[in-house]
């Protein structure tokens, strides 16, 4: 097995005959935090949904461990090792904060790293919230369940689309507080930001979309200012 | 004494439509699907169970332990096969799809039953009673509003004791994000109309033996199935179970007063309920 967790290789994306993603190429070393940066309807989200299956990809253009996965469907991508902390959330109403950390261990067999314990070792608060519904809970709390729920899996990749959308600095900063320990559970993490300071924050490497396309990509370190600039609106500063 | 006595009656009475709601809320608060057919499926139920009776000469309320497993298989593959390619935004193919399967049910049973009105015997019980204070009270109609709670309340705990009853309420709130947690939402779909067509079953067990029936029957216990989802509010089931008592007591109610009036008066409840409460007695908070 190489080092490299997830390939995607000259993907492409369509809503009906719009097409969203433009032979993106992307690699995730294991153990990789990778951030996505790029202006609204840059394509990330589309590539979160096209990666977690729930926009059909060819099957070569996804590959988890070099196994294609392109062609599986959200719950079979989900097994084989991928979950997403969707934008907006998206926990269940008519579920508590636990029934909803609980059911992203749904489809699980084995043990793991994560367990509903683990996830309230992680953010205690969850656990006093624990009957209360999920959406009864602030912004940031809402944000802690959507990352356990989908910690529950034990993924090998875990996907954050805009987790920081919509949240007060201080709650952003208490949230990626978490992420040391998520990286130490085995996680290779891909975020995907629109707040660049806190991409470069996070990310061993950054990659920056535009129209479908990735620009940009190298370490935060290497990537100049001005290069993140260009690439993130497309004009030279 | 005698208004004590009616609205008793009534009570039990509701317990029989709660019995004919319980699958429609189960499935509508599940996956937003109204089963025009489930009158006619319950019919079918029904027939199936004088079926085994006839065959094997069992009690109906043995009869009914082989039918449900089979009305469940049924239902399963009704979902999977027929209603889950019909299942989208728009509502129209599946009440459409629905429609037609319950001209389908009557018209298949009318040619392997004829048109003859049929009955379960259940033997001396049906005549049984039971001296409750100042009246009295038919066994079978308390068995049958028992049986409607027993099956309100097992499909309570289903709901929300059970790692399916958890899928049932995460897809039927976002089924995309459910996806993502590895939920396949047309397989709960289809074991949520199995579970359906269970209590179909014990429906059918019950209307069978309390009156008579025929091919023709289906498309007015839907009527009262229906109202009573609707006045528990959607997706409800012990609303489903306190409308169906409403109709049963308005029922008896009217009867009391002038025996043409009884299915008016459920009616006349029906819309009385939406006129006050157009989402029903008690609706989910996030419809």
Known sequence: MTDTVLSIRNLTAFYGDFQALFGVDLTL??????????ANGAGKSTLMRAITGILPSPAEAILLNDRPIGALSAPEVLEVGISMVPEG??????????E?????AHSRTGNGYWTLEAIYDLFPILKERRHNPGTALSGGQQQMVAIGRALMSNPDVLLCDEISLGLAPVIIRDIYASFPRIRESGASVIVVEQDIGQALKVADHVCCMMEGRITLSGAPEELSRDAIHDAYFGVSA | MIWVDTIVQGILLGGLYALFAAGLSLVFGIMRLVNLAHGDLIVLAAFLILTVVNLLGLSPFV????AAPVMFAVGWALQTY????VLGDDILPPLLVTFGLSVVIQNGLLEGFSA?????????IEAASLPLGPITVGVMPLLTLISAVAVIFALNQLFYRTKLGRAFRATSDDAVTAGLMGIRPRNVFAIATGIAMVVATIAALY????ANFDPSIGPARLIYAFEAVIIGGLGSLWGTLAGGILIGVAQALGAAVNPEWQILAGHIA???VLLIRPRGLFPRAND
Request: charged share 15%.
């Open chain 1, 29 to 38: 070393q294991r153990g990789q935090a990778l951030a996505i940066i790029g």
């Open chain 1, 89 to 98: 959330r998206r926990l269940f109403p008519s579920l508590t904060v636990e």
């Open chain 1, 100 to 104: 909803n950390i609980l059911i992203g």
């Open chain 2, 63 to 66: 009869a009914v332990l082989i």
């Open chain 2, 82 to 85: 027929v209603l889950n390619r």
């Open chain 2, 116 to 124: 003859d009105s049929q009955k379960l015997s259940a033997g001396p």
């Open chain 2, 207 to 210: 209307l069978g033996i309390r």
């Open chain 2, 270 to 272: 029906f819309v009385l």
